[in-house]
């Protein structure tokens, strides 16, 4: 759901289409994997897109996303949106496009952290999502909860989706 909300959003802000840019973790992390090949796949389902490509933080911090998108910016001269895993690379990649003066292009992180809120508010990066991890953490608590009574498979082995939000300056 996460991967189809963000290429909602990006429709919503480039009707027209654009080349996007992925930037994601330096270092094998199952979800991390998983959800950047469904936006990769989402993505594709919408040929007004061009998926540049993906590169990589690997140092998982702002300097990392920063790294990561200067070289990206000479790879691929004409990006329009960079979608990173989470907001340290999103900030990150603000620094690299700002320091080329390159500020019209949109950049969304993930995980709502308080840097990327004062990052939006100052109209740097351009949203967040925040997956609710709180929320996520009390769906695995009482799974787990579930099977420690031995209550039935069913109680317990399925998937609970915890829905995404999105922030920008608007919200």
Known sequence: ALAKAKVKYLNKVLPKGGNILYVGLGFPVYALE???NMFKEELSKDSKYTYLGRVDNMSDDIEG???????????????DAIVAYNDPT???????????????????????QPEAVTSITKGEIDGSWDFNPVESGISLAELTISILKKEPKAN???????????YDAST
């Open 156 to 166: 317990w082995s399925k998937t609970i989706q915890t829905p995404a939000k999105f």
């Open 34 to 36: 998983a959800h950047a």
């Open 90 to 112: 999103a900030l990150g990649a603000y620094a690299a496009i700002a320091a080329r003066g390159k500020i019209d292009i949109l950049i969304v992180g993930n995980q709502m």
């Open 65 to 79: 996303g920063r790294q990561a998108v200067e070289q990206a910016l000479i790879r691929y001269p004409n990006i």
